[in-house]
């Protein structure tokens, strides 16, 4: 038998460069595979004592790419805690607050993180040092797709003042608050955000489904190349004020569909620096940090449903609603989020349609000052979760589990691989930098910012700075 050759790719992602690959290959095939989050970051512990009704704000820290997606996950849960109820107005611009976010993300996600795999940048940055390997397209496309991607740059900026418009500023905006929005609904409003959204919806059609489609005809074997395990899940989100959803939940374990229950969602540490426990459901789980754990590999836990590892995204949120997909892997990933895109800017104007100019969009009344409350809510990347008990208006506990942790996770107690750990078994190595492996992780849009949100909140230290 021949001897397994260790490979690692350090950064892995061209944002979030704490996270690290180690794969061992056979004569060119990765047999095994490790994704490690090196970096150790806090929230959750920060949380506790604080005011509940902070939680959309602090939790916006998490990550400045998908900041509104932790903000309205922490309104569901602090407002079914509280017993708050959320007016029609409110629901809407929250929608409309999100899908902006949605949208700057997708379109950042494909021009700046995954299509440069695929073709050849100039002779500067943030296209240097250059990867040789594979490279498919000719000279005038890959003159266009540089073109392309520096309009990017200008779009995504344009869906960042769509979110602006109704959340003050963005990232990290004030338009989500438990209880609703805190912006009023007038016409200047409307009209400049549908104004934004009919220009990226020219871009959507005009440049990148094309650019999408051109990558996709070159690199055909992509398509289904990465596959995850085939179990899929969706928490629903995009909520209309008669209770139907843009997404909806449900969950595929083992090519058999049911109904999403939370119940059966936990967490275990086994492979993680953390002291070691079971699987347990996040209102039962606590967070204490241990380097030294012997098996740990990463400080990303294993969230499991049913005891399972599920894929969470766009391609998820695609085959639980039943929808056209042309394949499981890196570009059937890819594809998925285009079309996603698409339709969540096209369902942007028929929520304009329906605000209504001055009537209210937030309620602060509460019928409690103590509960627990569940917040669910699908993500750029996928499922997000937040677990809340409030005690007399206060934190009590709080437990948080992001779409990178249900991709990426470590290996659970019983020794299964992640879905993204999964996605890497078989493929075949053509280049030195592993860039097969890197096209396959990036295609799931990796956030470990997101993934990691703990601190020991036994170690604290003071920072003292001479002034």
Same mark, same amino acid.
């Given at each position: 038998?021949?001897?397994?050759e ?9 944002i979030?460069?704490?996270m ?15 994704i490690?989050?090196?970096?150790y ?8 004592g ?5 939680m959309?704000?602090?939790?916006q820290?998490?990550c ?23 007016p ?13 976010d ?10 700046l ?6 073709f050849?940048?100039p ?19 890959n003159?266009?797709?540089t ?27 004030? !338009?989500i ?8 609904v ?6 400049r955000?549908?104004?934004?959204m ?8 005009d440049?990148?489904?094309?650019d ?8 055909p ?10 179990n899929y899940?969706?928490? !629903? ?6 209770? $139907? ?12 569909r ?6 059966h ?5 086994t ?6 426990? !079971?699987?347990?459901?996040?209102m039962e789980?606590d967070t ?12 990303v ?16 949120r695609?085959v ?16 998925v ?14 929520w ?16 409690q ?5 569940i ?21 009590k506990?709080?437990q948080i589990?992001t ?14 691989? $992640?879905?993204?750990?999964? $996605?890497?078994l ?5 280049s ?18 997101c ?13 003292k700075?001479?002034?």
């Open positions: 038998m021949n001897m397994l260790k490979k690692i790719i350090f950064p892995i992602s061209r979030h460069n704490p690290l690959l180690e794969a061992w290959l056979e004569e060119g095939e990765i047999k095994d595979a490790f490690s989050d090196t970096l970051r806090g929230f959750e512990q920060i949380l506790i604080r005011s509940a009704m902070d959309p704000y602090y939790t820290r998490i400045g790419i998908c900041s509104s997606a932790h903000a309205i996950t922490a309104a569901l849960a602090v407002e079914q805690a509280l017993g708050m109820h959320v029609p107005n409110g629901l809407l611009i929250r929608n409309l607050i999100l899908a902006s949605f949208i700057q993300n997708h379109i950042r996600h494909l021009y993180y995954t299509l440069p795999d695929y050849r940048g002779d500067i940055g943030p296209f240097l040092p250059h990867s040789e390997a594979d490279l498919r397209l000719s000279s005038k496309e003159t266009t797709m073109e392309h991607y520096f309009k990017a740059l200008e779009v995504s900026r344009d869906a960042h003042a769509s979110f602006a418009v109704f959340g003050g500023k963005a990232p990290h905006g004030h !338009g608050v438990p209880g609703g929005a805190s912006m009023e007038d016409a200047d409003k409307v009209n955000y549908r104004g934004y009919m220009m990226i919806l020219s871009f959507i059609d440049v990148l489904l094309p999408v489609t051109l990558i996709m005809e070159r690199y074997e992509y398509i289904d190349l990465g596959k995850g395990i085939g899940m969706s928490v !629903g989100g995009f909520p209309s004020p008669e209770g $139907s959803t843009l997404f909806p939940q449900g969950v595929i374990l083992q090519g058999k049911e109904s999403f229950d939370e119940k969602i936990t967490e275990d540490v492979n993680a620096w953390y002291k070691p426990h !079971g699987p347990l459901h996040p789980e204490v940090p241990d380097r030294s754990q012997a098996k740990g590999y990463t400080w836990k294993s969230p499991r449903y049913r005891g399972q590892p599920v894929e969470v995204g766009p391609l998820a695609a639980i609603n039943k929808e056209n997909v042309i394949g499981h892997g890196a570009l059937g990933r890819t594809w989020r285009a079309l996603e895109l698409k339709k969540i800017a096209e369902t942007t104007l028929e304009l349609k329906r605000l209504e100019p001055g009537a209210e969009t937030l309620d602060r009344k509460m019928e000052d103590s509960g627990v409350g917040g669910l809510h699908e993500a750029m990347r996928g499922s997000l979760g937040h677990w809340i008990s409030v005690e007399k208006g206060r934190v506990h709080y589990i779409p990178s942790a249900l991709n990426f996770g470590a290996r659970d107690e019983a020794g299964t691989r $992640s879905v993204g750990e999964t $996605s890497l078989g493929l075949k190595i053509q030195e930098d592993l860039k097969e492996a890197g096209r396959v992780i990036r295609s799931f849009d990796p956030c470990f910012s993934s990691v949100h703990i601190i020991d909140g036994e170690k604290i230290r003071a920072l700075i001479q002034i």
